[in-house]
């Protein structure tokens, strides 16, 4: 079945660091794939997307672009903010059902 | 436009009681979703419901749990005979439409405790 394989946090960083958060995926067909952020006591937030391969999701810095050879949604910002301190997840949609598949989320830190 | 409303965002119960979600999706969604999210991970379906179907429910559990969308109303999630292990955050998610390309937009939450 279709499911999403997530970076383990949490994941700690200074301000203006590099960030790289990994996704994998697993589908049968071709998932439209999906970057949610979280904060603390909060819903979870649209953070980009990419509906078929080779597409680049990009928001508030961050990218993710949707390889195909590799099933891989990577999330990368170049240079993150305390503001970013969140729970981001990977999700994947399927074209067939609606259900959403997520990861388990990585817990970002980033110190001043 | 108001974004997914779900109240209450805490609910406290005891072992054997019922608990009611709800959630009232954006206006003009009539796909509502279903997930619970475990501490320390990420969100599991559970339903999808459209206006006074249910969809999918392969992710709900077989008993105790029910969901319901009337046609009027917010979307219901009901559990009944609570038990310590259903203590979660409970997020409800809706949708102009069907298919992947669609965003989900999520409501802030209800975080069930049972005591």
């Known amino acids: 079945g279709d499911s999403v394989t997530q970076m383990e946090g949490p994941v700690t960083l200074s301000e203006e660091a590099f960030l790289t958060i990994n996704c994998t995926y697993t589908?049968?067909?071709?998932?439209?794939l999906f970057w949610y952020v979280q904060y603390p006591g909060e819903g979870l937030q649209l953070l980009l997307k990419?509906?078929?391969?080779?597409d680049k999701g990009s928001n508030k810095g961050f990218e993710a672009t949707y390889r195909k050879e590799t099933t891989s949604f990577h999330l990368e910002k170049g240079s993150v903010q305390v503001s970013d301190s969140a729970v981001y997840f990977c999700?994947?949609?399927?074209?067939?059902?609606?259900?959403?598949?997520f990861g388990t989320g990585t817990s970002l830190t980033v110190i001043p | 436009n108001a974004g997914v409303m779900q109240n209450p965002r805490h609910l406290v119960r005891r072992r054997g009681q019922e608990a009611r979600l709800r959630c009232s999706p954006m206006?003009?969604?009539?796909?509502v979703y279903w997930y619970r999210q475990l501490p320390e991970e990420g969100l599991k379906f559970m339903v999808y419901?459209?206006?006074?179907?249910?969809?999918?429910e392969s992710g709900m559990p077989k008993e105790r749990f029910s969901a319901e969308f009337p046609k009027e109303g917010p979307s219901i999630l009901r559990i009944q005979q609570v038990v310590r292990g259903d203590s979660a955050a409970y997020f409800c998610?809706?949708?102009?439409?069907?298919?992947?390309?669609?965003?989900?937009?999520f409501g802030p939450g209800t975080r069930l405790t049972v005591l």
């Open positions: 998610a809706s949708s102009p439409g069907q298919g992947a390309g669609y965003e989900q937009f």
């Open positions: 589908a049968t067909g071709y998932p439209s």
């Open positions: 990419a509906t078929k391969a080779d």
């Open positions: 999700a994947l949609s399927d074209r067939v059902v609606s259900q959403f598949y």
């Open positions: 206006k003009g969604h009539s796909h």
């Open positions: 419901l459209q206006k006074e179907n249910i969809i999918d």
